[in-house]
Structure formats: C-alpha cells, structure tokens
C-alpha cells in the first residue's frame, strides 16, 4: 500500500510477481528439534503425496534448476530422491553422507546414509545437499526413530530407516552449490548473483577491482 501511495509502481510490480508465485503456507517450529522435526510439524500440509523439502542455506545456480532436475528423475523411478553433490573427503563431516551399491543412469542406488561422519568412517564423498523429494512414508519413520545426543530427530536417519521399506535413489545435481549458511559462502553467492545482473554487473566488477588493487598496494608497503 505504502508503494501505490508513494506512486513507486515499478517496486510494487516486484513485490506483487513474487506474492503471485505460489500460495505460502507456514508452520513455525516451536522449538529447535532438529531437521526431522521441522518435517514432521509440516505434515498436515503434505497428506499422503510425495514432496519436497528444499533447505534454505543451501543455493544451486543452474539454467534448469534443481529440484526440476530431481522432479524429472523422480518421474522416471518414483522413488524418493535425495540431491547431492561431490564434495572434498574432509568436508563430509558436515553433510548427510550416501552410501550407495550401484550407479542407476545418472542416479546412484542408495544403500545406507550417515549423518555427518568422520573422514575415516565416511563410505563415500557423496553428500546430500539440501534437496529433498520424499515419499510420505518418511512421517512413519521421523516418528519412530529417537532423538540424537543434542536432542534432534534427524532426517537422514529417518530416511536411512525408509531404506528397509522403498528404494531411494541419489542424484548429482547439476550446477554450482553455495552454503549461504556459511559467511564465505553467501559472499560467493552475493557476488556471482550480483555479476549476472545487467544493472549492477559494471559497477561491482569496478568495486572489485579497486578494492583488490588497493589490498595489493597495501600488501607491497
Ligand atoms: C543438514 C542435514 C545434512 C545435509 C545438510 C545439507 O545439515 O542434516 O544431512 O547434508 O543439511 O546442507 P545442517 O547443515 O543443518 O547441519
């Protein structure tokens, strides 16, 4: 209202597209009980369909995005689907971890998960990175299985459990990952979204450069 008031008609548009994307629901999870939990509070919005769960500090950038990458896979296999990348074997204490027995076209057959491992225990470099399409069975398991040691349900256990239920599939997403959840991540993702924007492009490129060339005058003092 303050924007038509204001006559600013051009943000208004801005902020009306996005509100016309999609119809928001939300649930608020009252206390921090762990990704598996956060699921479990949206279950009365899901029913008995398979859906998504997209994390928000994880960021992929690629012309077809991801989840329709996984949407198209799912639609071949009609099993859940888990979104992963390759990753450096020390950083697989960060991740849910896959362990697969055979690669499926693009997709891997997916035998055990672990989350978050030591570099020793990992089975593989495999890791899930906040891409989800899950069969409703997983409410069954997120509801069986016990909290960990801080008190969290986790979602890689629950779906590790649905393994002995549904086969589960893994998919190498296409396109560049940013951990915004990280600070020198969401200052990847700041600059390289910045850089393909046509009004802001040239200006930062600009900032960019005085500012290493500033760093590195400096350095040589
Ligand atoms: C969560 C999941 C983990 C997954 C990661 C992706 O961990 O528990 O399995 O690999 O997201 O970003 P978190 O980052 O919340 O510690």
């Known amino acids: 209202m303050q924007l038509k008031i204001t006559g600013k008609y051009n943000m208004l548009k801005v902020v009306q597209n996005i509100s016309n994307l999609a119809d928001i629901h939300y649930v608020r999870q009252k206390e921090p009980l762990g990704l598996g939990h956060a699921i479990l509070c949206a279950r009365k919005f899901i029913g008995n369909e398979p859906f998504a769960v997209l994390l928000g500090d994880d960021i992929i950038d690629s012309e ?5 990458q996984m949407i198209n896979k799912y639609q071949e296999v009609q099993s859940s689907i888990l979104g992963c990348k390759e990753v450096p074997r020390l950083d697989v204490v960060k991740y849910g971890i896959v362990n ?8 891997y057959k997916v ?11 990992a089975p593989s470099t495999q890791a899930i990175v906040g891409r989800y399409i899950l069969s409703p069975m997983i ?3 997120l509801e069986r299985i016990t ?12 779906i590790d459990l649905l393994l002995s239920r549904e086969p589960i599939f893994s998919y190498l997403i296409q396109g560049k990952r940013y951990d915004v959840g990280d600070k020198f991540g969401f200052l990847q993702a700041s600059i390289d979204f910045a850089l393909k924007r046509p009004d802001l492009k040239k200006q930062l490129e600009q900032y960019l450069l005085d500012s290493l060339m500033k760093a590195n005058k400096e350095a040589d003092l």
């Open 64 to 68: 077809t995005p991801a989840l329709r």
């Open 100 to 107: 697969y027995s055979y690669r499926y076209q693009d997709m």
């Open 111 to 121: 035998q055990s998960l672990v989350e978050k491992p030591s570099v020793e225990a």
């Open 139 to 141: 409410f069954e398991m």
């Open 147 to 158: 909290p960990d040691a801080k008190g969290e349900i986790q979602l890689t256990e629950a």
